[in-house]
């Protein structure tokens, strides 16, 4: 679906999307498993300066690898947003090198409107947790051998290396260790 400024200058576009698993790129580690279902609506806020507010609810289930152990995560997400959007060429004001703090929030399009999808990505990929984890309780990966701990115990011992310190010791080693 697009969301035409032509269209918003004339009425709120309202919208009720089920988009289907594969349709959004999200990125090569994440994976749509559901359809993502959104509703909301979208009006222009300002006709002069073109600025869009996109507020509604999407819920998507996704897949991506576990920060831990590599093996699949599972992440619902149910959110809701308020996305403000300007257009791309009021971003770029000649002699102005610092984003005000208002311009942190808001998003930019070109052209004549924007694609909702685009949109949804951007909620999506803004909703996911700062570390993908299978389970709370994910013991990951061995540093030594590579076996994921979940499957069982190994019989590696990791030796605690502190780099910090590295220097003294080869200090220790050139004066000697009677000084």
Same mark, same amino acid.
């Given at each position: 679906?697009?969301? /035409?400024?032509?269209?918003?200058?004339?009425?709120?576009?309202?919208? *009720?999307?089920?988009?289907?698993?594969?349709?959004?790129?999200?990125? /090569?580690?994440?994976?749509?498993?559901?359809?993502?279902?959104? !509703? *909301?609506?979208?009006?222009?806020?300002?006709? /002069?300066?073109?600025?869009?507010?996109?507020?509604? /609810?999407?819920?998507?289930?996704?897949?991506?690898?576990?920060? #831990?152990?590599?093996?699949?995560?599972?992440?619902?997400?149910?959110?809701?947003?308020?996305?403000?959007?300007?257009?791309?060429?009021? #971003?770029?004001?000649?002699?102005?090198?610092?984003?005000?703090?208002?311009?942190?929030?808001?998003?930019?399009?070109?052209?004549? *409107?924007?694609?909702?999808?685009?949109?949804?990505?951007?909620?999506?990929?803004?909703?996911?947790?700062? !570390?993908?984890?299978?389970?709370?309780?994910?013991? *990951?990966?061995?540093?030594?051998?590579?076996?994921?701990?979940?499957?069982?115990?190994?019989?590696?011992?990791?030796?605690?290396?502190?780099?910090?310190?590295?220097?003294?010791?080869?200090?220790?080693?050139?004066?000697?260790?009677?000084?």
């Amino acid at each position: 679906m697009f969301i /035409s400024l032509q269209e918003l200058e004339l009425r709120t576009v309202r919208f *009720g999307v089920e988009v289907p698993a594969g349709e959004i790129e999200f990125d /090569s580690k994440i994976t749509q498993v559901s359809d993502l279902r959104a !509703q *909301g609506s979208a009006e222009l806020l300002s006709r /002069s300066l073109g600025e869009v507010r996109v507020q509604g /609810s999407l819920a998507v289930t996704v897949n991506a690898p576990c920060d #831990r152990c590599l093996e699949t995560a599972t992440v619902a997400i149910d959110k809701k947003f308020d996305l403000v959007y300007m257009p791309s060429d009021e #971003r770029s004001s000649p002699g102005e090198d610092e984003i005000d703090e208002a311009g942190i929030e808001v998003g930019y399009y070109e052209g004549a *409107g924007l694609p909702l999808n685009d949109v949804l990505r951007e909620v999506v990929l803004l909703a996911l947790p700062m !570390q993908l984890v299978c389970s709370e309780e994910c013991r *990951g990966i061995c540093p030594v051998c590579g076996r994921n701990r979940n499957d069982g115990q190994c019989a590696c011992k990791a030796q605690p290396i502190d780099d910090r310190w590295s220097k003294l010791k080869n200090f220790r080693a050139e004066i000697g260790p009677g000084n």
